[in-house]
């Protein structure tokens, strides 16, 4: 069995909400609220959920690009929730993100070979110009960009191509972790699937560790190994990919995966409709935070909130419905 390369536990991210003339905080946006999991080694954790639910937000608290509001986070084996800018450089080498928007995280000023090069002077893994180049060279052509873009700068470039300077600009500095935010979701379908592919043959490649941000169940199903699916700053169900699309044991997932169109007009699949709509992160609703939208709540959902806990062999969800 691989080892945890990358352990959450008890992971919070509020941001105050400030009001009056002396801005004071009267509430806090409950981003990420407790969460806690751990990705192995060389394998795909899919981190699924509506848009506003936090997943964007826990991957840059696992980064610390923002700081956490409580929680740990462990990894290859050491705490980097205390460690100092200097200390944190060092393992950001290991731990990179691809953005979600291609257009947005790439500076206009610089050319394709600044851009990748850039981790590589930062980390000081070149050691001349001619150096640096030869390695640039060489990524772009893994992420299938020839040299003659080099010199190029991000306006030249279509959606996918500019994504894949942002994937080659991850892997420059040959990291053990990628957190790939949302890495399709701006990108024409046709070009998504090249995209993907070339994630899961850069993993093979250089025996990458991926958490993959996703709301598109489909491309998680096609990349992940593992899901863990969010609602409005938990995580509700966390299992194995086959086991989540064959079997879904929270309510929630059940009307995710009841969403997704399928190809075969005979096959027909009964579609769960959530009424109403997401409650506030700054207001959540006491007990399960689900249990508003849930066509199976009960009594107890809307007082205590459900544990998270194992139900089977690595099976877990949080849910009430599931202790009757």
């Known amino acids: 069995m691989a080892e945890n390369l990358l352990e959450v536990k008890n992971l919070k991210k509020y941001f105050p909400v400030k009001a009056g003339v002396f801005k004071r905080t009267v509430a806090h946006v409950k981003a990420v609220d407790d969460i806690s999991f751990a990705v192995k080694e060389g394998e795909t954790l899919g981190l699924v959920g509506e848009s506003g639910c936090g997943k964007s937000t826990t991957g840059r608290t696992i980064l610390r690009l923002l700081e956490a509001t409580e929680g740990k986070v462990i990894f290859d084996g050491k705490s980097i929730m205390d460690l100092d800018k200097k200390e944190m450089r060092e393992v950001r080498r290991d731990m990179q993100i691809i953005f979600q928007d291609p257009y947005a995280s790439l500076n206009p000023r610089m050319t394709v070979a600044d851009i990748v090069g850039e981790p590589l002077d930062i980390h000081k893994l070149a050691k001349n110009k001619q150096e640096r180049n030869e390695k640039v060279k060489e990524i772009l052509e893994n992420v299938g960009l020839g040299e003659e873009y080099m010199n190029r700068y991000p306006h030249e470039f279509s959606g996918g191509q500019r994504q894949r300077i942002g994937v080659a600009r991850a892997l420059a500095v040959d990291p053990k972790l990628i957190i790939a935010d949302e890495p399709v979701s701006a990108l024409d379908v046709s070009v998504q699937a090249q995209v993907v592919n070339l994630l899961q043959d850069l993993q093979k490649e250089y025996g990458l560790t991926y958490l993959f941000i996703a709301h598109d169940l489909s491309v998680v199903k096609h990349i992940s190994d593992r899901v863990a699916v969010m609602y409005l700053g938990k995580i509700v169900e966390l299992t194995d990919k086959k086991e989540l ?80």
Request: proline content about 15%; some cysteine.
């Open 245 to 324: 699309f064959k079997n879904p044991i929270h309510p929630y997932t059940q009307s995710l995966l009841s969403a997704i169109p399928e190809a075969d007009p005979k096959k027909k699949k009964d579609r769960i409709v959530l009424e109403g709509d997401v409650p506030s992160p700054v207001d959540p609703p006491s007990g399960c935070r689900f249990h508003p939208r849930c066509p199976k709540a009960f009594e107890p959902c809307s007082v205590k909130e459900p544990e998270f806990k194992e139900y089977g062999d690595g099976h877990f969800a949080a849910c009430h419905l599931l202790d009757k």
